[in-house]
């Protein structure tokens, strides 16, 4: 079972912020997602292409806005692209054109986060942000008619230390700025900050985060 009031606690903080809660059901049990549906909620995050696909299969009947947070191989882009609503995880200019070309395959457009480097750990994902700039300057990034940039999206070190945590947001925060001044004051699409998992989404909160990704503080620990 979830638990109840913890989630409409969290919903409410979160509302009253204005950010936009990613229930992330990756790895738990079906039966809790649904759950959380009937509690109302309509956006699920996930990090597995076949598994999202499966899921949203079986879940057809249901409203379900589908984001996807995790590292996407392009050989597996074809299985979310014809239903998935969010990308947050784009991580190069390949894996760009590549959605691009399944989202025009599937006569839609793809919103998408670029998914930027800030923690001080090797393993994490992401864009610096020179490599950002380098990808929108490009004349083939201007070319893509079929994805639609909505923001940034970054995971801060895994680690105790607030300091650290609040000071890798914070550049996050600083990146989406000098980014939208950029390439995309007259877009209004341009307006996400994906940042805060349940470790540390308050302090993603406090330095702007307009959507937080949370699994197990609403569904409990993932199995495996
Ligand atoms: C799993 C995951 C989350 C959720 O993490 P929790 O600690 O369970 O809240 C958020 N973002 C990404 C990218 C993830 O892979």
Redesign the pocket.
């Known amino acids: 079972m979830i638990n109840k009031d913890l989630y409409l606690q969290l919903k409410n903080e979160l509302e009253s912020n204005k950010v936009e809660l990613i229930a ?1 059901s ?1 790895r738990q049990p079906i039966e809790k997602l649904k759950q959380l549906y009937e509690l109302g909620h309509r956006v699920f ?1 996930e ?1 597995h292409a076949q598994a999202v696909k499966e899921r949203n299969e079986s879940l057809n009947s249901l409203q379900i806005d589908w984001h996807f ?2 590292h996407l191989q392009t050989n597996k882009i074809k299985y979310i692209a014809p239903f998935v609503s969010m990308i947050h995880s784009v991580d190069s200019f390949k894996l760009l054109t590549e959605i691009n070309k399944y989202a025009l395959k599937n006569d839609r457009t793809i919103n998408c986060l670029l998914q930027m480097y800030i923690a001080e750990e090797e393993s994490k994902f992401g864009l610096d942000f020179d490599e950002v700039l380098e990808l929108l300057d490009s004349k083939e990034f201007n070319e893509l008619e079929n994805i639609q940039i909505c923001g940034v999206m970054g ?1 801060a070190t895994y680690t105790e230390n607030e300091n650290q945590i609040r000071k890798e947001f914070k550049q996050l925060h600083n990146h989406f700025e000098k980014i939208k001044a950029k390439y995309f004051n007259q877009d209004q699409n341009f307006k996400e900050i994906s940042m805060g ?3 540390d989404y308050k302090i993603a909160v406090e330095e702007g985060s307009t959507m937080v ?5 609403i569904f409990g620990e993932r199995t495996y």
């Open positions: 992330v990756k995050g990090n947070i995790g995971m998992m349940s470790g990704r949370i699994g197990t503080m």
